[in-house]
C-alpha cells in the first residue's frame, strides 16, 4: 500500500441492522479474507488505540459501515476514505414525551423544551448533536414548522456522543440511557429525539410517548439522519490498489443481505444481542420487513438523500469544509459485486 503495508483487513460498524454486520455474525466475512492469507479484525475487538479510527478512517484495510455524521465530518477534514455504498433502514426515529405533555403530534412541540446534546470533542464525535437537530427539524417541518419554533436545552452528550478517542462499544448495552432520556423523565425537557431497539426500551422503561413517529412521515426527506442513509466506506488506498478485496467485501454483504430476506427470525436474534435490547426492543424499532430491505446501493434517490444530510450537517457546523459527493463515491466496486451475485442467482436457477 501507498501508506501502510497491508496485512489486516479490519471492519468496524455501528450496533444497527446491516448486511455487513449479519455478515460479520455468520462468519462469511472473516473466512473471505483469512482464506487469501489475510488477517482479519473486527475493530471494536481490537487493540483500544484502533479505536478512533471507527472517526477517522485513517487504517488502510479498513471497512466501515456507519453513521454519516461521522463519516462526512471525517472526509471534510480530509480523510482518505471513499462510499462504496448505502443502505437506509427506519430504526424508529421518534420524539418522545411524557404522557401528561399534552403533546400529541408536532404541530405541539411549538415553544416545547426540546433536548440538544453537547457538542464532544470533534465535529465527528458530536453526532448525537447532529442527530437531535435533525430529527426535530425534520419533526418541524411535518407540520409547517422550523427550528426557531423550539427552545433547545443543552443536556449531557452521554457515551454515545463521547470523543472519537474513546473506545467503542462492540454494542451499546454499557452505556447509559440515550441523550436527553433523563432530562425527559426528570422534568427538565418536554421532547427527546431517539432512535433505535435500545431506544424503544428505554421509552417503556421511564414511560415515555411517541409525539411524532418520523418512520411514518410519508416523504423520505423529514427522515434523514445519521443512518438514513448510512454509508458503507472504505480507506482509499485499499480501493485503488486491491479493488477486488473492496468488491469481495460488498458481495459477501450482498450475499447476506440475500440470506436475511429469507430468515427473518435470525436476523431479528442477531439484532437483539447487536443491539443490546433484547427482542421486545427489536419487534418495537423494526417495521415488519425491514429484513428485506438491507441491500446496499448508489441509487440517485439515496445520492440526494444523503446531499440533503451533508447540506444540513455544514449548515449547523459539523463539517469542517464542503463534500464533494460525486468524487467521494466509488461507483464501480459495488456493480462488479452485483454483477458477481446475480450471475450466482442465475447459475442457480439454471442448475
Not at 14 to 19: D, E
Not at 90 to 98: A, C, F, K
Not at 142 to 161: I, K, P, Y
Request: overall charge negative.
Amino acid at each position: 500500500m501507498t501508506t501502510q503495508s497491508l496485512d489486516t483487513v479490519w471492519y468496524t460498524r455501528c450496533p444497527v441492522p446491516t448486511a455487513s454486520g449479519l455478515a460479520l455474525h455468520r462468519g462469511t466475512l472473516a473466512a473471505e479474507f483469512t482464506g487469501d492469507g489475510l488477517a482479519f479484525g473486527v475493530l471494536q475487538d481490537g487493540p483500544a488505540e484502533l479505536a478512533r479510527h471507527h472517526f477517522d478512517h485513517e487504517l488502510v484495510g479498513l471497512f466501515r459501515e456507519g453513521g454519516n455524521v461521522p463519516a462526512l465530518a471525517a472526509r471534510s477534514e480530509g480523510a482518505p476514505s471513499r462510499l462504496i455504498g448505502l443502505t437506509w433502514i427506519d430504526e424508529w426515529q421518534s420524539i418522545l414525551v411524557r404522557p401528561d405533555s399534552g403533546i400529541t403530534d408536532a404541530a405541539g412541540l411549538k415553544g416545547a423544551r426540546v433536548a440538544l446534546p453537547a457538542w464532544a470533542d470533534s465535529r465527528a464525535g458530536s453526532f448525537p448533536r447532529a442527530m437531535a437537530l435533525h430529527g426535530f427539524a425534520g419533526a418541524l417541518a411535518t407540520a409547517g414548522l422550523g427550528l426557531a419554533d423550539v427552545r433547545f436545552v443543552e443536556v449531557a452528550s452521554g457515551t454515545r456522543g463521547g470523543p472519537p478517542t474513546a473506545r467503542w462499544p462492540a454494542r451499546p448495552g454499557a452505556g447509559e440511557a440515550w441523550p436527553g432520556l433523563d432530562a425527559l423523565a426528570a422534568g427538565e425537557v418536554d421532547a427527546v429525539y431517539v432512535k433505535g431497539a435500545r431506544s424503544a426500551e428505554d421509552a417503556a422503561r421511564i414511560g415515555a410517548v411517541v409525539a411524532v413517529d418520523l418512520d411514518a412521515a410519508a416523504d423520505r426527506r423529514f427522515r434523514v439522519n445519521n443512518g438514513t442513509p448510512r454509508p458503507i466506506t472504505v480507506h482509499e488506498d485499499l480501493l485503488a490498489e486491491r479493488e477486488d478485496l473492496v468488491v469481495r467485501f460488498l458481495v459477501q454483504t450482498l450475499r447476506a443481505a440475500d440470506w436475511a430476506a429469507a430468515n427473518p427470525d435470525d436476523v431479528r436474534g442477531v439484532l437483539a444481542a447487536e443491539t443490546g435490547s433484547g427482542s421486545d426492543g427489536v419487534d418495537r424499532a423494526y417495521r415488519p420487513g425491514f429484513h428485506t430491505a438491507l441491500h446496499p446501493d448508489l441509487s440517485e434517490e439515496r445520492r440526494e438523500l444523503l446531499r440533503i444530510q451533508k447540506d444540513f450537517l455544514l449548515t449547523h457546523g459539523f463539517l469542517a469544509a464542503d463534500v464533494d459527493l460525486a468524487a467521494w463515491t466509488a461507483d464501480e466496486p459495488l456493480a462488479r459485486a452485483r454483477e458477481i451475485v446475480a450471475a450466482e442467482h442465475a447459475g442457480e436457477l439454471t442448475a
